[in-house]
């Protein structure tokens, strides 16, 4: 089965093409068969892909009525795509909603400050909205990104997603060049990035989040 993770957040530049270029490049590296699909009119994680120096597969599609048609094309695929990761835009959208709805798993990236986390917090009851209206279970998480781990904002951000009861990954992305990096390199994280990027992973598998993995997505 091919599992769908979409990463959405209506607040703009919180590290969305980031965290999912990073996912997609250590799957690659791992072994999976990954599809991308770009459904950002900025192109981002086209520009990214089309490089071509990750083995992968991408599409950009911004119709919002055609996400559902080109996921389900996608996962008739053979070989079988074990993953197919959807980049949205910055901002609440139909094309969200069809990304959420067609996803198992949800990842909400976080950069820490005040902006962010509200929007991470509305992204993740936005989730719920829209997985009650369907009454399906998708997993949510928000996974903390550009940290800078012992300040007093982080600190304050992390524990006001707690006050909200919003999950989130423990393991974050760090403030990293090597993440900027990988947009004009086409490549996934390295050095101390590539360390960062690893525990995000992990703690990914350890949940039981991918598919890819042995994981059923968290539920049993
Ligand atoms: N861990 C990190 N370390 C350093 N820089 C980071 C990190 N995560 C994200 N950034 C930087 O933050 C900026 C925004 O990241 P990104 O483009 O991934 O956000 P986005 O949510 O996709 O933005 P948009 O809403 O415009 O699509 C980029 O310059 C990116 O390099
Ligand atoms: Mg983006």
Redesign the pocket.
């Known amino acids: 089965m091919t599992q769908v993770i979409s990463?959405v957040?209506e607040?703009?530049?919180?590290?969305?093409?980031?965290?999912?270029?990073t996912l997609a490049s250590l799957m690659v590296a791992d072994g999976a068969r990954v599809a991308v699909i770009d459904t950002?009119p900025?192109h981002?994680l086209e520009d990214w892909a089309k490089k071509e120096e990750i083995d992968l597969d991408w599409i950009f599609e911004d119709n919002d009525e055609k996400l559902i048609p080109t996921i389900r094309a996608l996962k008739k695929a053979s070989p079988a795509y074990d993953v197919i990761l959807v980049?949205t835009?910055?901002?609440k959208s139909a094309m969200a909603v069809y990304a959420i709805n067609a996803a198992g798993l949800v990842l909400i990236?976080s950069?820490a400050n005040e902006s962010d986390a509200k929007g991470a917090i509305k992204t993740y009851r936005h989730v719920h909205g829209v997985a009650d209206s369907m009454d399906k279970d998708i997993g949510a998480y928000v996974v903390m990104?550009?940290?800078d781990p012992n300040t007093n904002i982080t600190e304050a951000i992390l524990a006001s997603l707690e006050e909200q009861e919003v999950p989130r990954l423990n393991a974050m992305?760090?403030?990293?060049?090597?993440?900027?990096e990988?947009?004009s390199t086409g490549r996934g994280p390295e050095g101390s990035?590539k360390r960062?990027a690893q525990s995000v992973l992990a703690e990914l598998q350890i949940k039981g989040l991918l598919d890819y993995y042995g994981g059923h997505n968290g539920k049993a």
């Open positions: 990463v957040q607040k703009g530049g919180a590290g969305k093409t980031t965290l999912l270029i950002d900025q981002n980049d835009a910055g901002f990236p950069k990104m550009d940290v992305c760090a403030h990293r060049t090597g993440f900027k990988m947009m990035a960062s």
